[in-house]
């Protein structure tokens, strides 16, 4: 029983990045018995991750019960937008205010990270990275209800750069948040404003593109690919339980 709870996150995590990193296409079914046996995993835990992906709106539940890839319209996409956009200032202000040293180092480190991937990994892999370091500066802001919230929007706007958005090199981000990363250093919170909201526009821009035909791929290869990724981290975390 003490491995149940690492499997669920471990099935969630395969995935959500899979979604995340464009390789389930929005459309995409997920058959529950499919999923449970390529993430080797009981249908009950592929539907509780199934559960978490469709509150965070990566996924939608399906007419006849079997969930597919959700496909959020332009409409939609725009009020994702929007509501990032403001809560994301918001994250700004927080972590002015509560700046240390230690969240530079952070930040810094999950930078080195963005810059290794871009040399070494196809973009939607940077793509994640780069989404992931908002999710950790709303981590710094140290509201855990904003935290949470944001990493939703977050993920729901690589959902629509997979649907709409186009490629791009992902050095002009590792730069936007470099600059961010200088002006909390100094406190400056205008400065800093102003470069959350040229980055977030520029985002915007991307993901608004015209829609990309869907890759035809067995689920289960896609899926192969992200088990063992995403088993390493519920390990770990059992390590350090």
């Known amino acids: 029983m003490k491995d149940e709870p690492s499997k669920s996150e471990a099935a969630y995590l395969a995935i959500k990045h899979a979604v995340i990193e464009q390789a389930l296409t929005p459309g995409t079914k997920l058959p529950e ?31 006849k019960r079997t969930a597919t890839v959700a496909q959020p319209s332009r409409a939609e996409a725009q009020n994702v937008f929007e509501a990032r956009a403001c809560m994301e200032r918001e994250v700004v202000r927080l972590v002015i205010a509560r700046w240390t040293p230690a ?49 939703e929007l977050v993920s729901r706007c690589s959902l629509i750069l997979a649907i709409y958005g186009n490629t791009h ?31 977030l526009h520029s ?7 015209p829609e990309k035909k869907p890759v035809d791929e067995d689920l289960g290869s896609i899926l192969g690919r992200y088990v063992a990724g995403a088993a390493a981290p519920a390990r770990r975390g059992r390590r350090s339980a």
């Open 203 to 209: 985002v915007q821009e991307r993901a608004l593109m």
């Open 169 to 199: 090199s992902p050095q002009c981000g590792i730069d936007e948040h470099k600059a961010l990363i200088e002006a909390f250093r100094r406190g400056d919170a205008r400065t800093a404003l102003r470069l959350m909201d040229a980055h």
């Open 33 to 63: 018995d499919m999923l449970a046996t390529h993430l080797h995993v009981s249908r009950t835990l592929v539907r509780e991750a199934l559960s978490r992906l469709i509150s965070e709106g990566l996924v939608e539940a399906g007419r």
């Open 103 to 151: 969240m530079g180092a952070a930040l810094e480190g999950h930078v080195r990270s963005e810059e290794e991937a871009a040399r070494t990994q196809p973009p939607p892999v940077c793509a994640r990275l780069a989404g992931e370091f908002h999710i950790r500066l709303a981590h710094l802001a140290g509201n855990p209800v904003i935290e949470r919230y944001l990493s």
